[in-house]
């Protein structure tokens, strides 16, 4: 620990790491928020250590550094000197700087200056945007974004307001922030929050009034390589905004962690490894898998998609329309040929990474084998679409014990599969992540002439139900995707007990026209919007309804549902 003069402010500045012998070590430097003290990376500190030489220092008003004796000198030219200051003190003449909240914010001005921007090599921000691409958010955003985003910042107006918030800090505010960190999953420890709380928290709030309007209104960000870690649960910052600032960077690098504000804390495993990561291919290093998808365009780019039962129907097109939108696709099916057909054509047709592989999700073996595989080649899949699925039409009474057994296997035990050993890989990695159980029409519309296939959808309804409110805490959405009457050839590929029936059902599907490209819309805007439970198409939105409406009179519907020319019990998974 050295102490740094910075105009008529002495800076406390902590290094780690660094031996005289070994000047070429990479340099980080952490940068906290308000109202944290260095001491606020700590965990990832402790991480990094060993392979870079970290530097933190307390902001002036903050932990063991002093205050200006001129409460206006909290202005980005102040805090930019107080940087530079360190920078110098140092000795070294690039940095990767790391910021979080306010020290994220100060980042983003820093990239703006010409003289100090040169100094950075490389730029990683967690939890604050830069006020110039807020600005022009807050200006030019769609007006329900700006509105959602409005509403988390409410604090900064309350910030400005004299006399109040001294106040708070005097009273409520301490005890409010330790409940904060605890609904991030965080115990208060020695150094966070700070014994000098009170004092940090009041002179920070001149960082609300001295800087808020300062900065000109170029958003523009020169070539420093920039990776943006957005924390899915921070309670301050919205997406959307991080998508604004984002689109000014020409370098950037876009990385997710399923955590609270304070991420450092209750992620550090995940920060440290991402910082790790962005600085060594900075430095020269290759670029990780992660880091690769994490630039990739589109709605979906960068993300790793996996979709059984890809070879043909709801699953093909589901795998299309991620390929698309950028999403690098897994598709697997028990037809391999078919799989790798639909693999080789996505890559061909929106130049994205695609992969044709075979499984029988009913294995329970073959599925371990297959996610081992996935994860251990690709990566952990950021979506999983449980699509595959088969059909037993008949009366209850002529199913057989193999007919039951199968289609229990296939659509049930199938999608517990996949949601178990890949949902598991998700919420170990922590970045989050979406999993899409193709359910249907008949897991709320009992069917005298699907009793099999029906049992099992209202199982993976169910299931997705459990599931969604287990993972939420991970990060992790789950959407039953229920479609009505899609024309695609499942009724053709169906099991009937008797045989007879199968032109009539052909022929139904044939009619109803409602393609499975529509149902892909859905399965890609049910993840965009964590959807819980989709139906889809006027069958499967009015059969929803009526459901919760009126379940008596489903299960009157179901009486009359019987194998006739006019019959449309069927459809393609």
């Known amino acids: 620990m050295r102490m740094v003069d910075s105009g008529d402010v002495r800076l406390a500045v902590f290094e780690e790491g660094f031996e005289e012998g070994d000047p070429d070590k990479p340099a980080v430097l952490l940068l906290h928020g308000y109202p944290d003290t260095h001491r606020v990376w700590d965990e990832v500190a402790a991480l990094l250590r060993d392979r870079f030489h970290l530097i933190r220092y307390d902001v002036r008003g903050a932990g063991a550094s002093t205050e200006p004796a001129d409460r206006d000198d909290y202005g980005f030219d102040r805090l930019l000197g107080d940087l530079t200051a360190v920078l110098e003190a140092v000795g070294r003449p690039r940095v990767h700087l790391v910021g979080h909240d306010w020290g994220s914010i100060q980042g983003w001005e820093a990239l703006s200056r010409a003289g100090l921007r040169d100094r950075l090599a490389s730029f990683t921000s967690i939890g604050g945007p830069g006020l110039r691409q807020a600005a022009h958010f807050f200006r030019n955003g769609r007006p329900r974004d700006v509105r959602a985003q409005r509403l988390r910042s409410w604090y900064i107006g309350a910030f400005r307001l004299p006399v109040l918030p001294e106040l708070a800090w005097r009273s409520v505010l301490p005890g409010l922030l330790a409940r904060a960190l605890r609904g991030d999953g965080i115990e208060p420890r020695p150094g966070h929050p700070a014994s000098t709380l009170v004092r940090d928290g009041l002179n920070g709030l001149a960082l609300y009034r001295c800087t808020m309007g300062e900065s000109p209104p170029d958003p523009q960000v020169a070539g420093v390589p920039v990776q943006i870690v957005e924390a899915t649960r921070d309670a301050y910052v919205t997406p959307a905004l991080l998508d604004a600032a984002g689109r000014w960077v020409p370098r950037l690098w876009r990385r997710r962690v399923a955590a609270g504000h304070w991420v450092q804390r209750s992620r550090p495993e995940a920060v440290a490894g991402m910082i790790a990561e962005f600085v060594a291919h900075v430095e020269g290093g290759a670029e990780s898998r992660e880091l690769r998808r994490a630039r990739a365009g589109g709605a979906f780019g960068g993300r790793l998609v996996v979709v059984t039962g890809a070879g043909s129907g709801i699953g093909r097109a589901t795998a299309r329309a991620f390929g698309a939108h950028g999403a690098e696709v897994v598709c697997a099916d028990i037809d391999r040929d078919a799989a790798t057909r639909v693999a080789e054509d996505i890559a061909k047709d929106f130049q994205v990474k695609a992969y044709g592989v075979r499984v029988d999700v009913a294995n329970a073996d073959a599925m371990e084998d297959f996610s081992r595989n996935i994860i251990a080649e690709y990566g952990v899949p950021d979506i999983v679409v449980n699509n595959a699925g088969i059909a037993v039409a008949g009366a209850f009474l002529d ?160 009486r009359l549902s019987k194998f006739a020319g006019k019959d449309r019990s069927y459809r393609r998974r």
């Open 399 to 558: 199913h057989t014990i193999d007919d039951w057994r199968r289609t229990i296997d296939v659509n049930l035990w199938g999608v517990v599969h996949g949601c178990r050993l890949f949902g598991a890989a998700m919420a170990e990695r922590g970045a989050g992540g979406h999993i899409v159980n193709v359910a249907s029409l008949a897991a709320f519309a009992p069917s005298r002439v699907l009793p099999a296939y029906s049992t099992t959808k209202a199982a993976v309804k169910m299931l997705s139900d459990c599931l969604r409110a287990e993972l939420a805490d991970h990060g992790i959405g789950v959407s039953a995707i229920c479609p009505g009457f899609v024309s695609t050839g499942i009724a053709s590929h169906a099991t009937y007990t008797k045989e007879s029936l199968r032109e009539d059902a052909v022929r139904g599907l044939a009619r109803r026209g409602y393609p499975a490209e529509r149902v892909a819309a859905h399965i890609l805007r049910a993840v965009r919007r964590n959807q819980a439970v989709v139906p889809v198409n006027a069958e499967g939105k009015i059969g929803y309804a009526l459901s919760r409406i009126s379940p008596r009179a489903m299960r009157g519907l179901a």
